[in-house]
C-alpha cells in the first residue's frame, strides 16, 4: 500500500471508532435526558476532536517511521482517488445540512441541530473513506 | 529496472505503478510520456489499448 492509502484507512478506522464512541455514549443517552446533557455534550465533542487528532497525528508519525522512503509522497492517482473519493462524500454532506436545516426551521433543540450536523459531516468522511479504499484496491 | 526505480524516475508511487501495470489506473498522458522516455520507446510501443 502506497503512504496514502494507508493514511486513509487508518483515518477511516480513527473516524468510525472515535465518533462512533461519541455518538453511541451522548446521543444514547440523550433520548432518555436532554437538559443534564446539555452542557455535557459540548465538551464531549471537544474531547473527541482533540482526542481524534490527537491519535491521528500520532498513527501518521508511527506510519512515517515505519516507512520513511515512502512517508508523504503524493502522486496522480492519490490525488485522483481522494478528489473522487471527497466528491461522493460531499452529496452525504449536502443530505446532512439539509437535515440540520430542517431541525433549525421547525426549531428543535439545538441539541440535535448540533449533533445531526455533526452526523453529516463524520457519514459524509466515511463514505468518502470508503469510496477511496475501494477505488485503492479495484482501481479508478 | 525495478518498479521502485521506474516510480521514483517519473514522480509516482512504486505502488501506483503497479497498479498501471495490472491495469486497475490509468496514467495521465504526462505520466505515459515520461514511462516511453524512461524506456527510450514510444508511448504506442509501452501501453497497449483493446480494439473494440
Known amino acids: 500500500m502506497s503512504f496514502q492509502e494507508k493514511s486513509t484507512w487508518v483515518m477511516l478506522l480513527l473516524v468510525i471508532l472515535v465518533y462512533g464512541t461519541y ?4 446521543v444514547g ?11 455535557a455534550y459540548r465538551g464531549m465533542m471537544l474531547a473527541t476532536v482533540v482526542v481524534l487528532t490527537v491519535l491521528a497525528a500520532g498513527t ?3 506510519l512515517a517511521i515505519a516507512s520513511p522512503r515512502e512517508a508523504d ?9 481522494n478528489r473522487f473519493g471527497e466528491y461522493v462524500g460531499g452529496f452525504v454532506l449536502a443530505v446532512g445540512v439539509l437535515v440540520g436545516l430542517g431541525l433549525a426551521i421547525f426549531e428543535i433543540d439545538h441539541f440535535w441541530i448540533a449533533n445531526a450536523l455533526l452526523a453529516g459531516l463524520v457519514l459524509s468522511e466515511v ?8 477505488l485503492y484496491r479495484r482501481g479508478i | 529496472m525495478t518498479q521502485a526505480d521506474l516510480a521514483d524516475r517519473i514522480g509516482v508511487t512504486r505502488q501506483t505503478v503497479i497498479a498501471i501495470e495490472q491495469g486497475r489506473y490509468s496514467p ?25
Do not use: N, Q
Not at chain 1, 127 to 133: H, I, M, S
Not at chain 2, 29 to 49: Q, T
Open chain 1, 127 to 134: 463514505v468518502a473513506g470508503l469510496t477511496k479504499v475501494v
Open chain 1, 60 to 62: 501518521h508519525i508511527v
Open chain 1, 29 to 39: 443517552d440523550a433520548a432518555a435526558i436532554p437538559e443534564v446533557l446539555d452542557i
Open chain 2, 28 to 52: 495521465s498522458l504526462e505520466v505515459a510520456f515520461k514511462i516511453a522516455r524512461v524506456f527510450g520507446r514510444s508511448v504506442d510501443d509501452v501501453f497497449g489499448y483493446p480494439p473494440d
Open chain 1, 23 to 26: 455518538f453511541v455514549v451522548v
Open chain 1, 73 to 81: 509522497k503524493t502522486d496522480e492517482r492519490d490525488r485522483e482517488i
